[in-house]
């Protein structure tokens, strides 16, 4: 999951990186009841989930109870990139001598960790990838022999910071590589870590994604609470399905990742566009068959499902029982077409037949399948 600005200052706060003291508030006079506790020169920063709100306008400066006042106003409901503010963060303003950037996240292909960081901070890291690579210092750290001191001290060097930040740095950086392994996140970036004219080094902002696989061995209750997650994802998930949701109008059942993953595939081999990936994984009784219809069926987009069925361990025939019985609890919208193949498709085959009809149809392959499905959707 990803996590709000202030939340992953508080998640870096956990693992003793410098960070500024704030509040988070929802309303106006809550804004400015923060920003004089905390006492001025403050600053207002919007809580979305996307980056470049200075930009934007949802990042101010305020030296007065009259100035939070209004720039609270101003950036309260502001839309940012389709996201609308409904979370302030208030804090400390600090004076700024130099901005960098600094990021751990998993390089899969290397099955390392890269840490990344660059003088030039404060601006998007892509622009700077693009305009100035050599700008950016990356190391890749091996997960059996972590991050020393030293290996630190020799990647800030290559990043020629000033001088100044160098111990700020080291520090930070070694601290920042715990939050993100012992954190158990898959990003943690800190754009801009900044540099003081008193010398102190600092996170300014921070973004940060917990590998949600990871939540039992942690206390993230706090942070799941305030997710915003898209209606049919959030209905989905309380099912203790694996959906994401987009934006097409076929919708998708398949049991294992792999197989929904090929099924969006196919969809759009078939010239089609998926509703949604829903992995219902290894069983497929009537239960979780039902809960599956019952979401995908929610989807005001869906105009037709494609139900694609490999059967394993779970047989053809005990499919095909749980898909019958859960057509008859739910009510669709939509007409269906089933795949079903592997062990026993046959026998699961025959108990389909019974039922086919023009909204219930049957198909031997994936790609047959898909094509009646999309056609099923645009007609
Ligand atoms: P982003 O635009 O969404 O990445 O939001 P940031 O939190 O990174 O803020 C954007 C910019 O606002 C930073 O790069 C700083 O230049 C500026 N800014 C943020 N906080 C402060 C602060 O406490 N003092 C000063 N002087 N500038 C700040
Ligand atoms: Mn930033």
Redesign the pocket.
Same mark, same amino acid.
């Given at each position: 999951m990803d996590l709000f600005?202030y939340q992953g200052k508080q998640f870096f706060a956990m693992f003793d990186i410098p960070v500024?003291p704030g509040e988070a508030v929802t309303t106006v006079d809550a804004a400015v009841a923060a920003a004089d506790r905390i006492g001025y020169p403050v600053?207002v920063?919007a809580q979305v989930m996307v980056?470049?709100?200075?930009?934007a306008g @949802?990042?101010k400066?305020a030296s007065t109870t009259e100035e939070a006042r209004e720039h609270a106003t101003n950036i309260l409901g502001l839309d940012i990139k389709g996201h609308i503010v409904e979370v302030l963060w208030i804090?400390k303003?600090?004076?700024?001598a130099e901005?960098y950037y600094a990021s751990f996240t998993l390089d899969r292909a290397a099955k390392k960790h890269l840490g990344m960081l660059s003088a030039q901070g @404060?601006v998007e890291i892509e622009s700077v990838a693009e305009t100035d690579p050599d700008a950016i210092a990356k190391i890749w750290i091996d997960p059996v022999d972590g991050l020393t001191e030293e290996d630190a001290r020799r990647w800030v060097s290559g990043a020629r910071l000033n001088p100044d930040a160098t111990e700020g740095a080291v520090d930070i950086l070694v601290k920042l590589y715990r939050a993100y392994t012992e954190g158990d996140a898959d990003l943690a970036e800190i754009?801009?870590l900044i540099l003081t004219p008193e010398g102190k080094v600092h996170a300014?902002?921070a973004k940060v994604t917990l590998d949600d696989n990871a939540a039992f061995r942690h206390d993230w209750d706090e942070f799941a609470s305030t997710q915003v997650r898209d209606e049919r994802e959030q209905a989905a998930h309380e099912k203790g399905l694996q959906y994401v949701g987009l934006d097409g109008n076929v919708g998708i059942i398949a049991n294992g990742a792999g197989l929904a993953m090929s099924t969006l595939d196919v969809v759009n081999q078939a010239g089609g566009a998926p509703a949604n990936f829903l992995d219902i994984g290894g069983g497929a009784n009537a239960d979780v068959m039902a809960g599956a219809l019952e979401v995908i069926n929610n989807d005001p987009k869906v105009r037709s499902i494609f139900i694609n069925i490999f059967g394993g361990i779970t047989r053809g025939e005990e499919v095909a029982n749980g898909i019958v019985q859960a057509l008859g609890r739910v009510t669709l919208n939509s007409p269906i077409v089933i795949r079903l193949d592997g062990t026993n498709a046959d026998q699961g085959r025959e108990i389909l037949a019974a039922h086919e009809s023009e909204t219930l149809i049957s198909k031997p392959t994936m790609l047959e399948a898909a094509q009646a499905a999309v056609e099923l959707a645009n007609r």
């Open positions: 600005e500024s600053v920063k980056g470049g709100r200075g930009k @949802g990042v400066l804090e303003a600090s004076d700024i901005e @404060g754009n801009p300014l902002d």
